[in-house]
């Protein structure tokens, strides 16, 4: 089967699109033809070091994947052939104390596509049927794929961790970035008010018109200032970030008293200084969180079709266009999406 897959460590020179091992599916487990992926920071991450990470190479590139189903068990009830579906692409035991008490993205031996394992960038794949869902019915193939990692990650983030409400006003730092889109999305179609951040005046812009309240430039203008004339003085009740330190300093003083945090990534930095006086005087909370447990993703899923949400999807290259595909995401111009079409 036709597959993007790393060869090494490096740039894009260790990126190569050709034949690799059509997956055998075990008892189990769903074979599923895939039509489109796209992509994550963390791509960019297993190409350039993979650091930290258990993996054998070569190995095949992808998170998230949507496509059809071309195999499964015959007494599988939720499941058929040629139902079109989208993946969860976290892999847990379903044996360790945190899946036990149904924290499976929390499980101690979690794998991932893409990380530990071969991933979606590829013809076929082949996983456990409780990371197959029905996908929602008004998408394409790319649009739904994008649901398996950053709407997910800001569904836990602003649902399970935050827990945000209709009536509170949230702060997204990094417009144009896939978590912090989906997170926009999400929390208006909750109903609640969202201040979006961006050093670009264009993606501020375009966050407007989808239906942000308020937006700032971070470049030029003070974030924790123009949040407080915003909110009359008050501060947002939830901070959603994946910056880390360079945006630190800013998400603690914009936060109301006893605030809610929720970080999920350091792509800045990881150090950035803890402020402890104002987060006890304030008695502010900081949450930390990583992508999403299966009935997340099934509740996500609800939400997206009831809501006739539509991911934003910044450009779509075929999978024999990955360097280019790669460029793009690296360059942090897009807005939305980087896709991939791996069936024609």
């Not at 033809?33 to 960019?44: E, K």
């Not at 071309?70 to 139902?83: F, I, R, S, T, Y």
């Not at 539509?310 to 779509?316: A, L, T, W, Y």
Request: proline residues 4%.
């Amino acid at each position: 089967m036709k597959a993007a897959f790393i060869t090494g460590h490096g740039g894009n020179e260790v990126v190569q699109v050709g034949e690799r091992e059509r997956p055998a599916r075990r008892p189990g487990e769903v074979r599923v033809r895939l039509h489109a992926a796209t992509l994550n920071q963390v791509d960019l991450y297993m190409r350039n070091s993979g650091a930290g990470i258990t993996h054998s190479l070569p190995q095949i590139m992808g998170l998230d994947g949507a496509g059809v189903i071309d195999e499964v068990d015959a007494d599988e009830a939720l499941l058929k052939p040629g139902q079109r579906v989208v993946l969860h692409p976290g892999l847990n035991c379903g044996r360790c104390e945190f899946c036990q008490r149904g924290e499976g993205v929390l499980c101690t031996r979690m794998q991932f596509l893409g990380e530990h394992r071969d991933g979606s960038f590829a013809e076929w794949v082949s996983l456990p049927a409780r990371n197959v869902f029905p996908m929602p019915a008004h998408l394409d193939f790319m649009e739904a794929a994008a649901l398996g990692v950053n709407h997910l990650t800001a569904w836990r983030m602003l649902f399970t961790k935050a827990r945000v409400k209709p009536w509170e006003t949230v702060l997204v730092f990094g417009i144009g970035g896939g978590v912090s889109l989906a997170a926009l999305q999400l929390a208006k179609a909750a109903g609640a008010r969202v201040i979006v951040t961006s050093r670009d005046d264009i993606k501020l812009e375009r966050a407007m018109a989808m239906g942000a309240d308020h937006g700032i430039n971070s470049r030029s203008g003070d974030v924790a200032k123009a949040v407080l004339t915003f909110t009359g003085g008050r501060g947002v009740d939830v901070v959603i970030e994946n910056v880390g330190e360079a945006v630190w300093p800013a998400a603690m003083k914009s936060l109301v008293r006893g605030g809610r945090l929720v970080t999920c990534g350091a792509t800045s930095g990881d150090q950035p200084p803890a402020d402890l006086r104002r987060i006890f005087i304030r008695q502010l909370q900081i949450l930390g969180s990583t992508h999403g447990d299966f009935s997340e993703f099934h509740d996500l899923l609800a939400f997206i079709e009831q809501q006739r949400i539509v991911p934003v999807i910044d450009s779509r290259f075929p999978i024999e266009g990955i360097h280019e595909a790669l460029n793009r995401l690296e360059s942090g111009l897009q807005f939305g999406k980087v896709g991939l079409s791996i069936q024609p």
